[in-house]
């Protein structure tokens, strides 16, 4: 079969690969979309530590069960699946108390496990294990369901975040988690939501699809002083970074109001990680500052749900489609910010 292999940074190759074949625990599907992100181009790049080449990357997974192990039951070929991205041991302190986004022991497809940029993938029964596997609702189709991964992710930033009824939130960064960021914000009652960009066209793209009470470009205007005028001076009561930069989160302390909650949702580069923090400013507004490290199986099945019943529609946000030999542009359109969503079709 065909896959797409990362074999040193620099170095990734679309190749012939022999078919896998699922242990007496495991489920093989038919990849019918896996969907690129951010974190595809850090990984092609610049590798990652729990990623022992050659691997087959990808890990927004949707496909068509076609084989399973002699010792699993309640699949069969032809069940329409999402995979979970990050898999929990299920078994360690953390997990037992229910955090199982911050397990220690955590694994993940496309790091430890081949992943989905291939046609066909085994779903490992680790995965079965934590319910990792989720059967995808009649009438979400395989690219759609490829999007619960990274809105599962969003989910639980904005559990974390508490945005609810009535909040005003500014999300910084329009690429495919900020729109989810917009719409999950949406969905869940907030009063307005702005959206902030240093890329203009990216922007502009973004805000078409999200419809966003504002667009805010970062690189014409200060963020923080529209962020202010938009909320006659109070702040948003969340601001969520879903971009890697620490200005951006310095700004969001800036610009949170009274009771505000913080989310820095996406990482930073691991060499240049601190920020300045006023810390004053976290302790007279009794700001709350949180993080989000991926998502639940809970999550994964929570947001197909999303999906299905028109909550967060990600359609339209899927603006690529690309086959599978030409998964490397699609690293680059993703790079380059020229995209919302792009799903590879193996
Ligand atoms: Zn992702
Ligand atoms: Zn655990």
Redesign the pocket.
Same mark, same amino acid.
């Given at each position: 079969m065909k896959a797409v292999r990362f074999h040193a940074p620099g170095d990734v190759r679309i190749e012939d690969v022999p078919e896998p074949t699922p242990g007496p625990g495991d489920v093989k599907i038919r990849v019918r979309n896996c969907s690129t992100c951010g974190t595809d181009v850090k990984i092609s790049k610049f590798g990652h530590h729990h990623i022992h080449p050659p691997r087959v990357m990808g890990h927004e997974i949707a496909g068509e069960v076609v084989e399973t192990g002699a010792e699993v039951t309640g699949w069969s070929a032809g069940d329409r699946v999402q995979v979970i991205a990050a898999i !929990? @041991? #299920?078994? @360690? #302190?953390? @997990?037992r108390r229910g955090r199982?986004t911050v @397990? !220690?022991?955590?694994e993940s497809m496309g790091y430890h496990y081949e992943g989905g940029f291939a046609q066909y993938l085994v779903v490992p029964a680790k995965v079965l294990a934590v319910d990792g596997l989720n059967r995808i609702p009649d009438g979400v189709g395989f690219a759609e369901a490829s999007v619960a991964e990274p809105l599962a992710c969003v989910l639980n930033g904005q559990e974390l975040a508490r945005v609810g009824t009535g909040d005003d939130v500014v999300v910084v960064g329009s690429g495919p988690i900020g729109c989810l960021h917009v719409r999950l914000a949406r969905a869940r009652g907030a009063a307005r939501v702005f959206l902030v960009d240093l890329n203009r066209a990216r922007l502009e793209l973004a805000a078409g699809l999200v419809r966003p009470d504002a667009a805010i470009c970062g690189a014409e205007v200060d963020p923080v002083d529209e962020v202010l005028k938009l909320t006659d001076g109070r702040g948003a009561d969340v601001v969520i970074t879903a971009a890697a930069s620490g200005a951006a989160q310095e700004q969001a302390l800036q610009m949170a109001a009274r009771q505000g909650r913080i989310s820095f949702f996406g990482g930073l580069p691991k060499d240049n990680p601190v920020i300045a923090c006023d810390s004053n400013l976290v302790h007279y507004r009794e700001l709350t500052i949180v993080g989000a490290n991926g998502s639940s199986p809970a999550h994964n099945a929570e947001a197909l749900r999303l999906i299905a019943t028109g909550a967060v529609p990600v359609a339209d946000l899927i603006t690529h489609r690309l086959p599978l030999d030409r998964a490397i542009d699609a690293f680059g359109i993703v790079a380059r910010g020229e995209a919302i969503k792009v799903t590879i079709e193996p």
């Open positions: !929990p @041991c #299920g078994r @360690c #302190g953390e @997990c199982l @397990c !220690p022991n955590q």
